[in-house]
């Protein structure tokens, strides 16, 4: 009889354990039929999607290889006029040379902030790919001269 009891508690005992894993496969079905799987997959698809509208656009393609060209050539402006007013302040009256002094400060802060943006889009991931290959991997806010073509 004692026997009979236990065979009895066994077969209860995965009837329950059988049930409990059918709830959870009723469970994971439902939640996939009734857009849970939208749910638990949104982050993956935002980033998908998101790459897709920005990386996969040509328009973004062709908008970050001409804005490296543009940044590079900003920094070569911003020489080319300091080298300009270097030569022209050695003949300048001292009230003219304080002018060009000022304006030389505002156009090496002007390149720092060109070779800045320069580098930091040419660390990003995403527009890396686009950075021409003649155009140099980053600039040198300490170099007199850039030399945007390799």
Known sequence: MVMGQVREGARIGTWVVGG??????LYVI????????????????GEADKRENTVGSGEFRQTTYEQFFDLCE???????????????????????????DQSITALKATRIESVNA???KAAQEHRAPFRDKDLP????ATAERTTCTN
């Open 30 to 45: 439902g939640v996939f039929a009734f857009g849970g799987a939208g749910w638990i997959t949104a982050p993956f698809r």
């Open 74 to 100: 900003a920094v070569q402006n911003a020489e080319g006029t300091i080298q300009a007013l270097q030569e022209e302040r050695k003949a300048a009256s001292e009230t003219r040379a304080t002018q060009i």
């Open 137 to 140: 991997y980053r600039l040198d």
């Open 118 to 120: 320069y580098n930091s």
């Open 20 to 25: 409990i894993i059918g709830l959870a496969v």
